[in-house]
């Protein structure tokens, strides 16, 4: 079992960044894939970015490449997700998530990750 826990979310201005923590309890954390997902009332969540186990393999939506970064100190059993250059569409509840199940590559399907946090609000002004 892992449990999450996010935090780092808040309120900013466009053009600005923020940086979510997952903390994760639990041994396998270190062995888990893990994502970032994001979800605003009436949509279906969004892939944001994921990264496996060993954080040797990352990938990406293609609304936030190049100004989003995911990262994973399994030392510390902490996940992170650096935001850049936020855009007001940005704005959204962000959740990280972590897979029991072994992938050899980074999936972006929500269904496929078993744990998951309680979310956190990141909201961008213009």
């Known amino acids: 079992q892992v449990q999450l826990v996010e935090s780092g979310g808040g309120l900013v201005q466009a053009g600005g960044s923020l940086k979510l923590s997952c903390a994760a309890s639990?041994?396998?954390?270190?062995?888990?894939?893990m994502g970032w997902f994001r979800q605003v009332p009436g949509k279906e969540r969004e892939f944001v970015a994921g990264?496996?186990?060993?954080?040797?393999?990352?990938r990406y939506g293609d609304s936030v490449k190049g100004r989003f970064t995911i990262s994973k100190d399994n030392a510390k059993n902490t996940g992170y997700l650096q935001m850049n250059s936020l855009k007001v569409e940005d704005t959204a509840v962000y959740y990280c998530?972590?897979?029991?199940?072994?992938?050899?590559?980074?999936?972006?399907?929500?269904?496929?990750?078993?744990?998951w946090g309680q979310g956190t609000q990141v909201t961008v002004s213009s």
């Open positions: 998530a972590a897979q029991s199940r072994y992938f050899n590559y980074v999936t972006t399907t929500a269904s496929t990750y078993d744990y």
């Open positions: 639990g041994r396998t954390f270190s062995s888990s894939n």
């Open positions: 990264i496996r186990w060993s954080g040797g393999s990352t």
